[in-house]
């Protein structure tokens, strides 16, 4: 079972810095492409950032500059460090992985962390 923890979420305001952490538990964090998505209600999730396997990095325009995704493959955990923050950063922060078992490829979620950014 995979499982993905995110932690790190919380009030800060603007300006200010947030670091996000996902924890993965299972044997499929090294292989798997990482990713974090966000969405405020009535909106569509959006992709926010991603971190391949190999370290390749992508960044949503919205954030460049701003964000920074990284990974520790022996802890198992993929991060998400937030600068300059923006109250139209505000929203749910949801860590995914995706990764391949035979000829599947599989999404998995976590729960989601609240991200609020006061102006």
């Known amino acids: 079972q995979v499982q993905l923890v995110e932690s790190g979420g919380g009030l800060v305001q603007a300006g200010g810095s947030l670091k996000l952490s996902c924890a993965v538990s299972?044997?499929?964090?090294?292989?798997?492409?990482m990713g974090w998505h966000r969405q405020v209600p009535g909106k569509q999730r959006e992709l926010v950032a991603t971190?391949?396997?190999?370290?390749?990095?992508n960044y949503a325009d919205s954030v460049k500059g701003r964000f920074t995704i990284s990974r520790d493959n022996a802890k198992n955990t993929v991060y998400l460090q937030m600068n300059s923050l923006k109250p139209e950063d505000t929203a749910v922060y949801y860590c995914?992985?995706?990764?391949?078992?035979?000829?599947?490829?599989?999404?998995?979620w976590g729960q989601g962390t609240q991200v609020t950014v006061s102006s």
């Open positions: 995914n992985a995706r990764y391949r078992r035979g000829n599947y490829e599989y999404d998995s």
């Open positions: 299972g044997s499929i964090f090294r292989g798997s492409a």
């Open positions: 971190i391949t396997s190999d370290g390749f990095t």
